[in-house]
């Protein structure tokens, strides 16, 4: 079942999400050489207690962690440690979130540590956030769960390859309800299985975690044996993207971005609702 919300319960998740949204300004500006995840993790921590929210990661599924931090060729679910020192070249995902008075807020983003990066990876964290916001812009009511996935795919398979060959979409994770709940129904692929049907309707109420993690190589990953560690299976290095969206009467509004979404669905010729907090 897919959880309807009301302009009231997006309110909340909207508190969430910019609690979400202040941990990522907080992380981003501490990853720098010489950083060990545990301190991004530390840093996260200190901007939920002074907002008085709970990380939705902590203890979620036994994690031990407030934040996920993937560096490199992990794609998802790294678990922060003082093993881990970030160095200059460095790319790493920031997954976060944040529960407010009972309602979820999670989002991600790829971080550029120092200097000097591969175009290459540049143009994968580009590609990757791109394709986000071609799903984001596929939230309009009537269109149904698989639009989105298309449009997040579509976006991926038309990106030249510096090299040549194609990105890789990871397979085996994805977007999903949130809610009261931080994964919900549905399951959002980011490429179209015809397996899978069309999925529900998008309707006012319908929020979606919209999550695309792309790789420069293989599509698929494995876990490490620390159960939560997730890397791609040729080692190659990866790009983790995701907004929390909520579709209300007025259009989409990105929950867990600073302006809700506003300036760059407006590059994309939407409308952003409005922000119910402002």
Same mark, same amino acid.
């Given at each position: 079942?897919?959880?309807?919300?009301?302009?009231?319960?997006?309110?909340?998740?909207?508190?969430?999400?910019?609690?979400?949204?202040?941990?990522?300004?907080?992380?981003?500006?501490?990853?720098?050489?010489?950083?060990?995840?545990?301190?991004?993790?530390?840093?996260?921590?200190?901007?939920?207690?002074?907002?008085?929210?709970?990380?939705?990661?902590?203890?979620?599924?036994?994690?031990?962690?407030?934040?996920?931090?993937?560096?490199?060729?992990? /794609?998802?679910? !790294?678990?922060?440690?003082?093993? @881990?020192? #970030?160095?200059?070249?460095?790319?790493? &995902?920031?997954? $976060? *979130?944040?529960?407010?008075?009972?309602?979820?807020?999670?989002?991600?983003?790829?971080?550029? /540590?120092?200097? !000097?990066?591969?175009?290459?990876? @540049?143009? #994968?964290?580009?590609?990757?956030?791109? &394709?986000?916001? $071609? *799903?984001?812009?596929?939230?309009?009511?009537?269109?149904?769960?698989?639009?989105?996935?298309?449009?997040?795919?579509?976006?991926?398979?038309?990106?030249?390859?510096?090299?040549?060959?194609?990105?890789?979409?990871?397979?085996?994770?994805?977007?999903?309800?949130?809610?009261?709940?931080?994964?919900?129904?549905?399951?959002?692929?980011?490429?179209?299985?015809?397996?899978?049907?069309?999925?529900?309707?998008?309707?006012?109420?319908?929020?979606?975690?919209?999550?695309?993690?792309?790789?420069?190589?293989?599509?698929?990953?494995?876990?490490?044996?620390?159960?939560?560690?997730?890397?791609?299976?040729?080692?190659?290095?990866?790009?983790?993207?995701?907004?929390?969206?909520?579709?209300?009467?007025?259009?989409?509004?990105?929950?867990?971005?600073?302006?809700?979404?506003?300036?760059?669905?407006?590059?994309?010729?939407?409308?952003?609702?409005?922000?119910?907090?402002?």
């Amino acid at each position: 079942m897919v959880q309807i919300k009301t302009p009231e319960q997006i309110a909340k998740m909207r508190e969430a999400g910019l609690v979400v949204a202040a941990v990522h300004a907080a992380t981003r500006e501490a990853a720098v050489p010489g950083a060990t995840t545990r301190d991004l993790d530390q840093v996260a921590r200190k901007v939920l207690d002074e907002h008085g929210a709970k990380s939705n990661f902590l203890g979620y599924g036994g994690f031990p962690a407030t934040i996920c931090t993937s560096a490199n060729e992990v /794609v998802v679910h !790294g678990i922060p440690s003082d093993d @881990v020192v #970030l160095k200059d070249g460095d790319i790493i &995902s920031i997954d $976060a *979130g944040a529960i407010v008075d009972g309602w979820h807020g999670d989002a991600a983003f790829t971080a550029f /540590v120092g200097s !000097g990066h591969a175009p290459e990876l @540049v143009e #994968l964290s580009r590609v990757t956030e791109e &394709s986000m916001w $071609a *799903g984001i812009a596929a939230m309009k009511a009537g269109n149904r769960l698989v639009d989105v996935s298309r449009a997040i795919e579509t976006y991926i398979r038309r990106q030249p390859k510096p090299g040549g060959g194609k990105y890789g979409i990871v397979e085996d994770y994805g977007g999903h309800g949130i809610g009261t709940e931080m994964h919900m129904d549905p399951h959002l692929l980011n490429y179209v299985e015809r397996r899978r049907g069309k999925g529900p309707k998008l309707v006012p109420g319908f929020c979606l975690a919209i999550e695309p993690m792309v790789s420069l190589g293989t599509p698929r990953t494995e876990v490490l044996a620390d159960d939560w560690t997730v890397i791609t299976t040729d080692g190659s290095w990866s790009s983790h993207w995701e907004h929390s969206v909520a579709l209300t009467e007025e259009g989409p509004l990105v929950l867990t971005a600073p302006d809700g979404g506003r300036a760059k669905l407006a590059e994309l010729g939407i409308t952003a609702a409005p922000d119910p907090l402002a």
